[in-house]
């Protein structure tokens, strides 16, 4: 059945939640506060074992403007991707579930939208520490940026602000979502709004972007978890790589250089990960490696390695030696026949 929703019904938000009983009202009734009203709200229930389908139900029936839509739980991308094909309004905007808007955020974006007549609107997000009690605000520089031809002049701005990182704090058409396919991969876990991000921007004629920082991210996950082994993080960043190559000719050398280092930074980061993880055995540690290096020269990587990457390997073979880390220099070892022949 198709919900009766308003004729100026302008925004769909949506927000995936799974096990969200502690922060969902919150994210709610910060959308319920915003100043402006034409919107919808479809919260997508992830299959939770909490209260958060309860919370849900409740919301719903008090708010004609909030659809509360269940699925089993298949991941925060595929409940996003449920909540984008029940969406009635032109503009579609994300939050996540932990996550809190001020109250002018969507006024903002939607008036950036319809003056400036653009695909894209991006605010600034603000990173909150409610245990600190920090608030931390990564605000962006005002103006029109016409894509791809002034890509390059905000791209350092953009990567320090995590502009092309998230998915949230923008206004999304929803023509361009449908008529191009454009989703989130279920099948990853890790960079997945990123990559949705560089998917829209391909599509995209130009970008709003506003200095106020209204999006706050909240800030509680445990650093093990954020930065613990993900099998499909090597998956990840190969297709981000790939996805980023729709920029680079747009990009001086200079910010070509900047993409790669953060490119190689994020796969030894991936390396030292797996080398952590210690519910891998050794030999799979070996294979997952092997993978590694392939996928580098798969992707034609090997040309695009900031120089020196012999630092960390020496730093790396010490380490080893001193610790007398067996498995570890086999596979540094490994990794050195790559670092130095190509």
């Not at 939640?17 to 009734?29: D, F, G, R």
Request: with cysteine.
């Amino acid at each position: 059945m198709i919900p009766m929703v308003s004729s100026s019904l302008q925004i769909s938000i949506i927000v995936p939640a799974y096990n969200a009983e502690k922060t969902l009202e919150a994210c709610i009734e910060s959308i319920r506060g915003q100043s402006f009203s034409a919107w919808e709200l479809i919260v997508v229930n992830d299959g939770s074992s909490d209260g958060t389908k309860r919370i849900c139900e409740r919301y719903a029936a008090s708010d004609s403007r909030i659809r509360a839509v269940h699925q089993p739980n298949q991941g925060p991308s595929a409940a996003r991707n449920h909540g984008l094909s029940l969406a009635l309004g032109p503009f579609v905007c994300f939050a996540d579930s932990d996550d809190t808007l001020e109250s002018s955020m969507l006024e903002d974006l939607y008036g950036a939208m319809v003056t400036h007549g653009v695909d894209l609107v991006i605010s600034g997000l603000t990173l909150d520490y409610p245990k600190e009690g920090v608030l931390r605000p990564f605000p962006l520089r005002e103006g029109r940026v016409a894509l791809p031809a002034e890509i390059d002049e905000r791209y350092e701005e953009w990567t320090a602000c995590r502009a092309l990182h998230s998915h949230c704090g923008k206004l999304y058409k929803t023509d361009i979502l449908r008529r191009y396919g454009i989703r989130m991969d279920p099948s990853l876990s890790v960079l997945e709004d990123g990559l949705f991000v560089l998917d829209y921007l391909s599509h995209s004629a130009s970008i709003y972007c506003l200095p106020s920082t209204p999006y706050h991210y909240r800030q509680t996950r445990e650093p093990s978890l954020v930065k613990a082994y993900h099998p499909c993080a090597l998956k990840a960043w190969t297709r981000y790589a790939q996805a980023g190559g729709v920029l680079h000719p747009h990009l001086s050398l200079a910010h070509q250089a900047m993409h790669h280092a953060h490119l190689w930074h994020r796969w030894r980061q991936y390396v030292r990960d797996v080398y952590a993880c210690s519910s891998l055995p050794a030999r799979q540690k070996r294979d997952l490696l092997r993978e590694f290096l392939t996928a580098l020269h798969e992707w034609g990587v090997s040309e695009k390695i900031p120089a020196r990457p012999e630092k960390g390997f020496f730093k790396g073979l010490c380490f080893a030696l001193a610790k007398k880390r067996r498995v570890f220099l086999l596979h540094l070892l490994l990794l050195a026949r790559y670092t130095f022949t190509r």
